[in-house]
Each structure stands twice: as C-alpha cells, then as structure tokens.
T-cell receptor
Framework: NAGVTQTPKFRVLKTGQSMTLLCAQD?????MYWYRQDPGMGLRLIHY???????AKGEVPDGYNVSRLKKQNFLLGLESAAPSQTSVYFC???????????????FGSGTRLTVV | SQQGEEDPQALSIQEGENATMNCSYK?????LQWYRQNSGRGLVHLIL?????REKHSGRLRVTLDTSKKSSSLLITASRAADTASYFC????????????FGAGTRLFVKA
C-alpha cells in the first residue's frame, strides 16, 4: 500500500519554464489537495478536488493549474514558473473533508522545487 | 495571523521528559488534527479530536481540546530522540467546504 506518491522529488526550473507535478494515491480517496510549504508559514492550500473531473481554487491558486482526469491522480501545473514559486509542494488525499468519516489527510513526501 | 497558531515555535528537551505543544485558533471548528513532519518528509497524521471531544489518547500522545478557549494541546510523554520533528496543528473549520488550515508548527528537538 503505497499511499500518496509524488513525482518528481526535486526539480530546478528556470524562470518562465513550465512543469507538471504528479500525485497518485491508491487508497480510493475522493478528495485530493495540493499545498505549498514555505518557511514559517505553515501549509497553504493551492487547489483541491472533490472527485474525478472536479477541481477548485484554494488559498493561493494564482500561477497554478490542476487537473483530476482520473480519481487516483491529481496533477499540478506551473505554466510559467517564477522565483516566488520556489517552495516545497505537498499532495494530500482524504476519504472525506470532515465529519464522522474523516480521519485526517494522507500526505505525499513532497516535491522540492527551486525556480532560478 | 493564522487560524491555527502553535506555541512554542521551538522546544528543546531531554530524552525522557514530556513535551507539550499548544495550538490556538480563532473560529469555530469541526475537528482539530495534529501532524508530525520529520525533516525533508511529508506530514504524518497523528491524532484527530472532534469538536465534541475534550481529550484523546494514542500511545504516548495525549491531546486536549478546549473549545471555550479555542485551544488544544499535544502532550508527548517520555520523549525519545526519534520524536524530534516539527508538529503541526490543523483546524477543519465548521463552515462547510474544505477549509482545513495548518499552523506554522512547533519544532521539537529531543536530546539523547
């Protein structure tokens, strides 16, 4: 049972380049999330998905796009990378967002992205 | 300031001592969770406490929730060097939707 798998683990981009981060989960979770983690700021929600084919904006969506074509995969795209997007990106999934059937998030191990 | 704020920002203790971390929040919550993050790794879910609960235990972990004070505490008893990590509280707001807000974390260092 792999849980949540993120690829790649590290990446260096030049300003203006594009890339896609891949998140895959094998727990049949409906809900998936992309967060970024910056020093001293905790995790901030970029985009999330409540099911296959759906996406929604989180707290800091600008400069990012996402797609959820398959239930198990959630892709995060940077169309034109900027130095401000240097961060550690985490994908997470959950069975439900809250309530009695909610038992917290399962996180991937992260992608460390540097934009120069 | 953020919804969930941990206190202290950093904590250094000796192995065998207890470690207490606190989390304060501002608005009504559905539940509160604690996560651990080892250096360079993802967050690992430790324990969840719902708004109608006051205390939960899991192994050496004890979490309390005081909704009147909008605060929670995480107690790790008999700390081990392996407990060295950052600990985050996350509050799931009671507004519907998908608002789970993470604090900036407490960095715990347990000296052997």
């Amino acid at each position: 049972n792999a849980g949540v798998t993120q690829t790649p683990k590290f990446r260096v981009l030049k300003t203006g380049q594009s890339m896609t981060l891949l998140c895959a989960q094998d727990m049949n979770h409906e809900y998936m999330y992309w967060y970024r983690q910056d020093p001293g700021m905790g995790l901030r929600l970029i985009h999330y998905s409540v099911g296959e084919g759906t996406t929604a904006k989180g707290e800091v969506p600008d400069g990012y796009n996402v797609s959820r074509l398959k239930k198990q995969n959630f892709l995060l795209g940077l169309e034109s990378a900027a130095p401000s997007q240097t961060s550690v990106y985490f994908c997470a999934s959950s069975y439900s967002p809250a309530g009695e059937r909610y038992y917290g998030y399962t996180f991937g191990s992260g992608t460390r992205l540097t934009v120069v | 300031s953020q919804q969930g704020e941990e206190d202290p920002q950093a904590l250094s203790i000796q192995e065998g001592e207890n470690a207490t971390m606190n989390c304060s929040y501002k608005t009504s919550i559905n539940n509160l969770q604690w996560y651990r993050q080892n250096s360079g790794r993802g967050l690992v879910h430790l324990i969840l406490i719902r708004s109608n609960e006051r205390e939960k235990h899991s192994g050496r972990l004890r979490v309390t929730l005081d909704t009147s004070k909008k605060s929670s505490s995480l107690l790790i008893t008999a700390s081990r060097a392996a407990d060295t990590a950052s600990y985050f509280c996350a509050t799931a707001l009671n507004t519907g939707g998908f608002k789970t807000i993470f604090g900036a974390g407490t960095r715990l260092f347990v000296k052997a």
